[in-house]
């Protein structure tokens, strides 16, 4: 009884967090941090900043990263299924009803051309995003040299038509990191071997 | 098979995605418009609804393009496949790799990803904006000099600068949506 209690206690908060959060990931750790941190005491605050590193370094939506984590935390596989259906359930139905009625929205003359003023400022919101992890990232040879490759590279394909998936930068300089590191660390190995 | 190919589609964007919202937008722009599934403004409305509706970017971008192409189910199944990469991975690692992300070997892979992260949303935003501004997708379209979208971008750069300096936070995605919309219907025409 107990048990379904706390399922229960912790599928309501996620559904809150859910639907309460605008802006992305970033916008509900915060939120996150206040709820489960400070008001809750579910997570200590080192397991915290622990599980947005885990977030932020592990494939998809980070709000859906922190749920699992914190859900299997709480109550295992069972917890982690109930937190992350709470936290998807409020996104899902309010975007599948406004879906319904999108195309027809935007019918309207004004409504269409408040649009195309939005479609200019979501541009601007992803430059900035974007902006804002150039300033944070660490400017090593390294960095800076797959960026300005990876930016140079898409922008070229782009116009020249060529198709290939922002999936292969990925792939190409995670191998890459990965190939630095190790050809560094051999040759570490031998100096020491040398000694 | 519109639902296979969703549900695989939102599976590979929510297993190969770093960096949250915006580290998406650059995969799901690639297959949305490989597969004729939305026009770039499509995309850039999508987003705006997104950005504009509370929970997860990526959940509601999946919500989105999976029930404009395939109703209810594919709306399910597309949100399901973005979902279900993180929740498996999440679980090994709160479970049996609980160290993983301390493996020097996987920092550096991390540590590959992360710059080329930062430079696909960058990219992406200036493709973006050569199509919408000035009218260029690739080096045969003729150029189609748009002044509004000037406009508009000029005006959100600097209230946005303003607010930053004046309140030393950035101001709210929805109020700069909200601003953009009502300069759209000014500029465009009702």
């Known amino acids: ?11 309501i908060a996620m559904m809150k967090i859910g639907m309460f959060t605008f802006g992305g990931g970033y916008a509900m750790i915060n939120l996150l941090d206040n709820e489960f941190v400070e008001r809750k005491r579910w997570l200590g605050s080192e397991e915290f900043m622990n599980l947005v590193t885990i977030a932020e370094s592990t ?14 935390k709480r109550a295992g596989f069972l917890g982690a299924l109930i937190a992350t ?11 599948y009803l406004i879906s319904l009625f999108f195309n027809s929205f935007l019918e309207i003359k004004w ?19 974007g902006f ?32 290939f998936s922002s999936i292969f930068y990925i792939l190409i300089f995670g191998v890459a990191g990965l190939l630095i590191y190790t050809v560094g660390y051999l040759r570490n190995k031998n100096g020491e071997d040398e000694k | ?42 995309l850039l409305n999508f987003i705006a609804v997104a950005e504009s509706t509370p929970g997860p970017i990526a959940v509601n971008m999946a919500t989105f393009v999976g029930s404009s192409q395939g109703g209810v189910l594919g709306a399910f199944l597309a949100t399901l496949g973005v979902v279900l990469p993180s929740f498996v991975i999440i679980l090994l690692i709160a479970s049996v790799f609980t160290k993983l992300l301390k493996y020097a070997g996987v920092k550096a892979i991390l540590g590959g990803i992360r710059p080329a992260i930062v430079a696909l949303i960058l990219g992406t935003a200036v493709t973006m904006l050569l199509s919408l501004g000035v009218g260029i997708k690739n080096v045969h379209s003729t150029p189609n000099f748009d002044y509004r979208t000037l406009i508009v971008l000029a005006v959100i750069c600097a209230i946005s600068f303003a607010y930053s300096k004046w309140k030393r936070k950035s101001l709210s995605p929805i109020i700069l949506i909200v601003i953009s919309g009502a300069l759209g219907v000014l500029l465009y025409g009702v």
């Not at chain 1, 259906?85 to 975007?95: R, T």
């Not at chain 1, 195309?116 to 900035?128: E, K, N």
């Not at chain 2, 964007?13 to 690639?30: E, L, Q, T």
């Open chain 2, 1 to 42: 098979m519109i639902f296979l190919k969703l549900f695989l589609t939102f599976l590979k964007i929510g297993a190969v995605s770093f960096g949250g919202g915006y580290g998406m937008i650059s995969i799901i722009r690639d297959d949305c418009l490989a597969n004729g599934w939305l026009t770039e403004e499509e």
């Open chain 1, 59 to 72: 494939p998809g939506p980070i709000a859906i990263n922190c749920s699992t984590y914190i859900g299997y």
């Open chain 1, 85 to 95: 259906l709470g936290m998807c359930i409020p996104s899902f139905a309010i975007i």
């Open chain 1, 132 to 163: 804002k992890m150039l300033k944070k990232i660490k400017k090593t040879l390294f960095n800076v040299g797959v960026m300005l490759i990876t930016f140079c590279v898409m922008i070229l394909f782009s116009l020249f038509s060529v198709s």
């Open chain 1, 1 to 11: 009884m107990n048990k379904i209690k706390s399922l229960f206690g912790l599928f």
């Open chain 1, 111 to 129: 409504v269409a051309s408040a649009f195309h003023g939005i479609q200019v400022c979501v541009v601007f919101l992803i430059l900035t995003a």
